[in-house]
T-cell receptor
Framework: EAGVAQSPRYKIIEKRQSVAFWCNPI?????LYWYQQILGQGPKLLIQ????????DSQLPKDRFSAERLKGVDSTLKIQPAKLEDSAVYLC????????????FGPGTRLTVT | GNSVTQMEGPVTLSEEAFLTINCTYT??????LFWYVQYPGEGLQLLLK?????DKGSNKGFEATYRKETTSFHLEKGSVQVSDSAVYFC????????????FGAGTRLFVKA
């Protein structure tokens, strides 16, 4: 089966610009996650979707970050405007359901904000 | 709140040495516990998991036992190989409530030939 797809793989922008990331999860997976991974740290959950609905977005900086999952499949994560501290790898993952189910990760998008 | 604490790295071992990477957690209830591995240039992938107390997860020679009494899930391997060089992440996922997965900071392992 195809894995989790993400694009772009790399992005360099200047601060105050906007950027969008795209994720296509594994077919049939109800749960989709966006994580931020800063160099040397573990992934930090930004937002978790169960089908179309948001389960948790408590660590999403809502003044600049937004995410949507239309029709319960693909998802986009947007940052507007970007700050220097947003430089990180943005990981998308999906799983069949929440809880004890394995998460499958995409390759990530490395964002550099200059 | 829930949290995961891993031993700091990097850990450097010679090939065929014994590996232990410590992981302890804080959680309400009975979460599921995971070890994920990230090889250089790749995304995270599940290494093993355990869903209840005293369960032992195992895969590719790695093992970890869910210890409720010590709130631990230490990763072990009897004989490491150069190809095991990677970053290892311990994680927990509650089985009730918000199901938010918490990852540890990761432990980088270097194995020398």
């Amino acid at each position: 089966e195809a894995g989790v797809a993400q694009s772009p793989r790399y992005k360099i922008i200047e601060k105050r610009q906007s950027v969008a990331f795209w994720c296509n999860p594994i077919s049939g997976h109800a749960t989709l996650y966006w994580y931020q991974q800063i160099l040397g740290q573990g992934p930090k959950l930004l937002i978790q979707f169960q089908n179309n609905g948001v389960v948790d977005d408590s660590q999403l900086p809502k003044d600049r970050f937004s995410a949507e999952r239309l029709k319960g499949v693909d998802s986009t994560l947007k940052i507007q405007p970007a700050k220097l501290e947003d430089s990180a790898v943005y990981l998308c993952a999906s799983s069949l359901e929440q809880g004890s189910y394995e998460q499958y990760f995409g390759p990530g998008t490395r964002l550099t904000v200059t | 709140g829930n949290s995961v604490t891993q031993m700091e790295g990097p850990v450097t071992l010679s090939e065929e040495a014994f590996l232990t990477i410590n992981c302890t957690y804080t959680a309400t209830g009975y979460p599921s516990l995971f070890w994920y591995v990230q090889y250089p240039g790749e995304g995270l992938q599940l290494l093993l998991k355990a869903t209840k107390a005293d369960d032992k997860g195992s895969n590719k020679g790695f093992e970890a036992t869910y210890r409720k009494e010590t709130t631990s899930f230490h990763l072990e391997k009897g004989s490491v190989q150069v190809s095991d060089s990677a970053v290892y992440f311990c994680a927990l996922s509650p089985n009730t409530g918000g199901f938010k997965t918490i990852f540890g900071a990761g432990t980088r392992l270097f194995v020398k030939a």
